[in-house]
């Protein structure tokens, strides 16, 4: 039996925060027209979607980066998480989308070239 691969799931967690981050605020601007989908803006979901994003970065990256000794997912990912946080104290609302979808991209690759690096070596 094979168990889920974090990297995977990491992929899919990361990608939806940068559609997160690309979305929530085009809907913040038109949530008056948009109110159904005012949910999404919740500080709550940014928290718990990046909790979760750090969370299986954190379980998948480590320690294959540990293992093979090679770090530059770990920076790949950091430099991620780091421009997510630097986007939501961006007051401009380009910057924010620009700096959060980057970061979520980042994550994206960071578990990417994880799961290159894991199957060159199985």
Known sequence: MKLIDLDKVGLCVSS??????????????????????????????????LAATVLVGGISLIPTAIR?????????????????INSEVTAEVWSKITLSVAGGLLMAYAHFENLKLKNRHS
Request: glycine letters at 4%.
């Open 16 to 49: 939806a925060c940068a559609v997160h981050c690309t979305v929530m605020p085009l809907i913040f601007i038109y949530s008056s027209t948009l109110g159904v989908f005012s949910f999404i803006e919740s500080p709550v979901v940014e928290v718990f979607i």
């Open 68 to 84: 093979y000794r090679q770090f530059y997912m770990l920076v790949l990912f950091i430099s991620g998480i780091l421009l997510v």
